[in-house]
């Protein structure tokens, strides 16, 4: 019997490539197998201490919080009608009394925005324009985006 890479899996069983017709064949086998071939290849596998050897997989990074946010971030998009019902009568009329002084530009983001992209630097210029923090304009669009009309 012909065994290589072998090496214990974290279930306690041995994961390897067994020899089968000439080509190598993945297989997983375990000392209370419930086929005799597996318990087999389990004690050759295990017999042969520098074959099998338990290798934990690598730990899977943790993510950089501020990438994690950014990223975050950039998925957040509402419509215009989602963020001013979320906004509220007096939140909103704030922008629109801002509107009466605005720039062309500016007036028409206002007006005919599509959405409402939470990295856009006219949404930054709303949350500026409120007086809201970073947190509150995430709030506002996780808020918004709940919101059906």
Avoid: H
Wanted: proline share 5%; aromatic share 10%.
């Amino acid at each position: 019997m012909n065994i290589r890479n072998a090496r214990f899996n974290q279930f306690g069983g041995i994961d390897c490539e067994v020899e089968a017709r000439g080509e190598w064949v993945p297989f997983t086998a375990s000392e209370d197998d419930s086929e005799a071939f597996g318990r087999q290849v389990y004690a050759a596998a295990a017999a042969d201490s520098g074959t099998a050897a338990y290798v934990a997989p690598d730990p899977e990074p943790e993510p950089d919080p501020e990438e994690a946010l950014a990223q975050a971030r950039a998925a957040m998009v509402i419509s215009p009608l989602q963020g001013i019902l979320t906004l509220g009568e007096k939140e909103w009329g704030k922008v629109l009394t801002y509107r009466e002084t605005a720039t062309w530009q500016e007036r028409m983001v206002i007006d005919n925005a599509a959405d409402w992209v939470r990295t856009s630097q006219n949404i930054e210029f709303f949350g500026y324009l409120l007086d809201y923090t970073p947190e509150e304009m995430d709030a506002l669009f996780i808020a918004a985006a709940k919101v059906t009309a």
